[in-house]
């Protein structure tokens, strides 16, 4: 039995230690920024700083890895994560002029993986 055990523990602490790694590099996650102009202005002065540099332990811009136990606690309660301060992360993310709709954006870009350019 221990030989099932030991492994599920370790896809486990896999899991909860790479909380804030990505398969993407730093310079790649730092490369992605939002179509919206808009949007990547409130990225950019707000997010960008903790969710490109893995040291924050902030989940990675694109990183489906790190995002994804997030994402599977729903949106809602991201939102209230975001707005109230969550961990290392300060209340609103630092972004005092986000509206409810932007932070649901800048949650659902940081969230979603680089796709592939069409060839």
């Known amino acids: 039995m221990n030989q099932f055990i030991a492994p599920a523990l370790a896809a486990l602490c896999l899991a909860g230690c790479g909380a804030g790694s990505s398969s993407l590099t730093p310079a790649q996650s730092r ?7 808009d949007l990547a202005a409130l990225y950019t002065a707000s997010c960008k ?3 490109t540099v893995p040291a924050s332990r902030a989940p990675m811009t694109g990183s489906a890895r790190a995002w994804g136990v997030r994402m599977n606690k729903g949106m809602d309660r991201l939102l209230e994560n ?5 961990k290392g992360m300060p209340p609103m993310g630092l972004c005092s002029d986000c509206s409810e709709s932007d932070l649901r954006d800048l949650i659902s870009f940081m969230a979603t993986p680089p796709q592939p350019a069409d060839s």
Do not use: R
Request: aromatic letters at 6%; one cysteine or more; a negative charge.
């Open 82 to 86: 975001t707005i109230s301060g969550y």
């Open 31 to 37: 490369a992605l920024t939002p179509a919206d102009p």
């Open 49 to 51: 700083a903790c969710h």
